[in-house]
């Protein structure tokens, strides 16, 4: 079991620093149930799936801000100065792609087979160390210099308690595989291939009951008679609240419902078992059941073409597989939303989009709703960006005067303070939201489907659309992937990412530069964002055209 380390620089400075607020409590709008007849059950869960409660304002910003952040990011003597410069043009220089490509494509396991003496090792494991105290996001979020320099010094004593020479195979699985699994959960960190993910959370559920909520409990016909959910408990799990066991759900027919099912950690069974006991609404009598929920697999689905807009008995069938390709196919991408944002009701299929060029999910929201995007994670830069680090920061969550008594503003910032910025794609100004807390006005329906294989610029992309009004997510969780891995801000760029290769053994290492928080700081690794609605992914889109047709809203909203 993997051991997630308190946040110790970085989470204190957020927990102190973001105001209290409600963001982004977008949902479903009145009028929409009046015209559609959505049931209100439904619009409640997606009202309350987009609220977001953030800490109070720590009183002592400043303080808390220099003594925690820019002293410990910025202090550095000349001695660090001159080492970090090494380490980085190191990774500068191993970071040349066709390089790495050339590499990897001729001898990427070849090198293990290799024997190295143990001073050699040494080397590697303090160039490795040093890449990730000054260029790793998530540095400080899993224990910084108090857990990370303590396993340098365990793994160097092991070293030179073993016989040499050692062989890079051994050194890459008993040491650093071995030792770095313990403190590092995240699911963009490779080393040699192996991602030192964070434990990947599942949906298992079953339809054989179809439940229906009326006030606060739960019932269902069985042989022709109405029971009601009295107990749950599951020996796999340890959990015996009912709550925890039911989600809501598209049936085979479209009918909003709920059924059992749980999202958790990766138990490595293909199901769970529950025992379930039901009360006779009329008699009190009761029944027990042993109910299996299968393992729910998201299916790889093909990445081309990269986007695909069609019509389904009258409904637009948006299609997006990928946030990677031609650059024709991100403008094409872009100026889709032009076409999309006047129908009335929308499916977004986003299964398994991925990619890491996130610019263009904003882009593309721009050009839908004529309003920008909020961040939907909090963004600190790597620490060899000190000055980024310190902007970002400030800009987000300090006030403009005391901010701008500090640092520079940040590009975004000032945007937002003149309240409209110029899109480079289309010639058109957008308008920059200034209170934060608001929706995005969206006038049409939209309906995204979702699954575990979204990561990345793809959960990105579902972060801002849970900012729009009237927006409903179908399917599973996305895979959680984004602690690490960053973007800028600007338009058209890649992410950042770290990229190189141990400089004896040559083990490959891959990090992200940034650190991303949700707002509330819950955990996203390995969780990702939940759908208002859980349907197996092979289904979801027959369940949804169903779910349009049976609530009419095709129909009502033309």
Known sequence: ?????????????ILFLVPYTSLHSAGI?????????????????????????????????????????INKYTNFSTIDDVRIAGVLEQIRENNDWQYNFNYRRIGCTKHLEDFLPREKLIEDINFLFDVLRYG???????????VFLPIRYTMIEKLNNMDKPFQVSSFLDDLLISELQNIISDNYFQIHNVTLGAVKHILYMSDEFILYKEKNDFFTEIDGVIYKVLEISCIDTGITQPDYFILPTLTNDGEFAWVF??????????TVEITVVFENAVTKSTRSFNVNLPQIISPQLSKSPMLEINELNGITLMKNRTLIGEQQEHIDFIYSADALKDKPVLIMDLRGTGGEQAAYTREW??????????????????MHLTTYVIRDLLSYFIPYNIANRTFEMAELNHARKMGTQQNTASSVSYKYRLEWDKPIQNDNFVIVITDNNIHISGEMFIGQLRQLENVLFVGTNTSGTHLSVGFTRSNYRHARIGRTKLPNSKIDIIFGLELNLRPDLSQFEGIGFMPDLYVPPEESLERVLRFIERYGLLENLQ
């Open 1 to 13: 079991m993997k051991h997630i380390h308190p946040f110790i620089v970085i989470t204190i400075c």
């Open 29 to 69: 709008r009145d009028d929409y149930i009046s015209q559609t007849g959505i049931p209100r059950q439904l619009r409640q869960i997606v009202n309350e799936n987009r609220d977001i409660a953030l800490p109070p304002l720590h009183p002592d910003t400043s303080f808390t801000f220099e003594t925690l952040l």
């Open 136 to 146: 790793y996001g998530a540095y400080h979020y899993f224990g910084g210099d108090d």
């Open 261 to 270: 099912g749980i999202v958790t950690a990766n138990t490595g069974y293909e």
């Open 365 to 382: 929201l721009r050009s839908f709703t004529n309003y920008e995007p909020d961040d939907t994670f909090l963004f600190t830069y790597s």
